[in-house]
């Protein structure tokens, strides 16, 4: 009787009856499952036979920043030297895409380029919207704390530069 009623709502309503989907098999074939692990450990072979027929040590085959143990990452090469930084982020909310600011030095204004730079974000945006405690403000100063609108996701701990 009860799935009587339910058939005839179901139509009633146009519901669609959930379609489970088929779990993924946890099983891992031999060919997908050999094969990145085997390209590295060819890599490896590779580079331990060819240090061991030229008699140097690895380091010295590696390129020279990273023999020294110097490795240039990419932020590092990405910071433009006429840009300051201006402060750090403190916070992120991600419904609302806003970031908090802690101003370390100098000012920023509305319509200002800002640099935000860290591990994994890298974008350069215009200033449109700037809150003081949830009013609006024009000019943020040195030691301010800000709300700041932002177009794409940064991480606590990222640099800003303007």
Request: hydrophobic letters at 40%; charged letters at 30%.
């Amino acid at each position: 009787m009860f799935r009587k009623l339910v058939d005839v709502l179901k139509e009633v309503f146009w519901i669609k009856p959930s379609r489970k989907r088929p779990k993924p098999s946890r099983r891992k074939t031999a060919s997908s499952s050999g094969k990145k692990s085997s390209v590295k450990k060819k890599v490896v072979k590779r580079v331990l036979k060819a240090a061991s027929i030229t008699k140097a040590p690895v380091s010295k085959q590696l390129p020279k920043s990273m023999a020294k143990g110097k490795i240039v990452t990419a932020k590092q090469q990405a910071i433009d030297p006429s840009l300051a930084q201006v402060g750090i982020i403190t916070h992120y909310f991600d419904r609302i895409k806003v970031c908090v600011v802690k101003l370390n030095q100098g000012t920023v204004l509305i319509g200002d380029k800002l640099t935000i730079l860290g591990d994994k974000t890298k974008f350069v945006q215009k200033v449109w919207s700037m809150q003081i405690e949830s009013e609006d403000v024009k000019v943020a100063k040195k030691g301010q704390i800000i709300g700041l609108k932002v177009d794409k996701l940064v991480v606590v701990g990222d640099k800003v530069y303007k």
